[in-house]
């Protein structure tokens, strides 16, 4: 369903009262988007239906799936650490124009970690903060942590499957909990112990020179932005300073 803006007008089918609406989390399109869609369900997790621009989803598309595969074919490699940063720069970019209330940090290396006392494993258990975290998953993949608590790490994974690797691995069972009944929240349980595993397994965060993830955080009132704003402006003056 397409919606009018309502700054268009009075021509607008858009209720001024409308409801919030949480859309459930969604799943990725093809083998490759999973940075893309891990990106977009931080946000529709942290945000309301209504209150997300639509040239914010346009710029997330624009910066991902930057990879080739060995062959030299655009976006069948995936997106790179270098991509995911860059959209969290871009967020703290146009939350500084807009006043769009999200702010990002960006982790890597060693640093991306579910110990005790880990920058990663303290915001998550907030519940105004989410990570896109890069994991193993029989290849490099990307998923949404929404939460943390004192043993699991409560993951959306992106990508379908009606019978996923942690049910049918008898080695998994008990550390990664397949869930069915939080469509808007989580479908993994994973251990931290599976998380933090120095052997490139289900889930866990491969090698310390690829592990990244970007946190996302919700802050302030949504309603209170700058309207009219271009996003692409945004981005081409980001471009444009770090380029000198």
Known sequence: MTQTDPAAGSGSGKKGTACRMKNPLRYQMSEYDCGPTAILDALIYLFDREELPPGVIKIIY????????????PGRGGTSNNAVHFVADWFNDYRATTG??????????????????????K?????????????????????LVTHADDKY??????YYE????????????????????HPKEYNRMVEFSVLDSEVRGTYSLINS??????????????????????????LIRKFRKKNG
Do not use: W
């Open 209 to 234: 020179e690829s592990k990244c993830a970007a946190i996302f955080y919700k802050a302030g009132d949504s309603d209170k932005l700058t309207p009219e704003v271009d996003e692409q402006q945004i």
């Open 123 to 143: 915001q998550l258990q907030h519940d105004n903060a989410v990570a896109v975290l890069r994991v193993s998953y029989g290849c490099d993949h990307y998923v």
């Open 62 to 73: 624009m910066l991902t799936m930057d990879k080739v595969n060995c062959n030299g074919i």
């Open 100 to 121: 769009f209330p999200i702010s990002c940090s960006f982790l890597k290396g060693p640093s991306v970690s579910f110990h005790k006392t880990s920058k990663l494993r």
């Open 153 to 158: 790490a409560y993951i959306f994974d992106p």
């Open 162 to 181: 009606e019978n996923p690797l942690c049910v049918r691995d008898e080695n998994l069972h008990g550390k990664i909990i397949d869930v069915k009944d």
